[in-house]
């Protein structure tokens, strides 16, 4: 097999994987992320907790929406991330592991920079790809109406075009925060990951070794939630429906930041923080597991 082969079967096996490790990801986690979504896209000047539509924490919410909007409710917005996250998480082991090439300085092995820089990399590349997804998302999120009564994807996407463009009003609205959002992500996410599973001894033990793993990839998806949750807000602001229609107060990753600080503290900042924490944990682990196991299932049986 000539080399050119060899690199196009080993990138076919890398976006193999990680398409599989987004599948599995957000299937399993995605109710967590749309009460993120609706706790984030709640004000504080919001206090009628007779409102079916406020939302009183992570239990409350869920509640509220199994009475009001129905079981099927909790998936709401899946389709977006379905079509994104496989092309996504694709796309984002793929460019992790070219980044990683680029940024050894000269090392013959990878060193926690590496991991670092290659992380930031494949973070933006990522953004920039699947903003457009997000903003959908976002939009279908925010929709409080009954789960009967809810648009397409395919709907709410004309719309949106229709509305505003494919530009930074329409379809990549909060592009530069959804940078920032996934690039510190991913910059600690598999920064941490694959400095500390190298530090870490091995388990000869199967099992022991899937849970070293698995603990590894849940502490970096936590402390990667931790850092990015302001950009995460200010994402969620820029693209969700604004407070007052036909004006826009939410515009900019820093500015939105600022007014949120000033108008509802700090705490504002990390609204959804808990139920990010409980997808992205756990998620974050999920994936990096499944990619591993998946690749090397496609490179012991294609080689």
Not at 128 to 140: G, Q
Not at 143 to 149: D, E, I, S, V, Y
Not at 173 to 184: E, F, L, P
Not at 233 to 248: D, F, L
Request: hydrophobic share 40%.
């Amino acid at each position: 097999m000539s080399d050119s082969q060899s690199i196009l079967k080993q990138a076919a096996m890398q976006i193999g994987a990680g398409g599989s490790a987004g599948f599995v990801e957000v299937c399993i986690m995605h109710p967590l992320d749309l009460i993120k979504t609706r706790l984030q896209l709640q004000t504080n000047k919001v206090s009628n907790h007779s409102d079916p539509h406020y939302y009183n924490g992570i239990v409350d919410c869920f509640k509220k929406m199994y009475k009001h909007e129905g079981m099927f409710s909790y998936w709401k917005g899946i389709l977006p991330p379905i079509l994104a996250e496989t092309p996504k998480r694709a796309v984002k082991f793929f460019c992790f592991e070219q980044y990683k090439k680029i940024f050894l300085f000269g090392s013959p092995t990878p060193t926690p920079l590496t991991f670092s820089l290659a992380g930031l990399g494949a973070g933006v590349t990522e953004a920039i790809l699947v903003n457009p997804f997000e903003v959908v998302k976002v939009t279908l999120q925010s929709n409080k109406t009954l789960a009967a009564q809810m648009p397409s994807t395919w709907a709410v996407t004309k719309e949106i075009v229709r509305k505003d463009g494919i530009g930074f009003s329409g379809l990549n609205k909060g592009v530069t925060a959804t940078i920032y959002r996934n690039g510190s992500f991913n910059m600690i996410y598999f920064g941490f990951y694959h400095s500390v599973k190298g530090y870490l001894p091995e388990y000869e033990d199967s099992l022991k070794e899937f849970l070293r793993k698995l603990s590894i990839g849940f502490v970096s998806g936590t402390l990667a939630s931790c850092f990015n949750i302001p950009f995460d807000v200010a994402k969620s602001r820029i693209q969700g429906p604004q407070p007052v229609a036909g004006q826009i107060k939410y515009r900019g990753t820093f500015k939105t930041i600022g007014i949120v600080y000033k108008e509802e503290g700090f705490a504002a900042l990390y609204k959804g923080l808990l139920p990010k924490v409980l997808r992205l944990g756990p998620g974050g682990a999920i994936m990096l597991v499944v990619y591993e196991y998946a690749y090397n299932f496609l490179v012991m049986k294609f080689n």
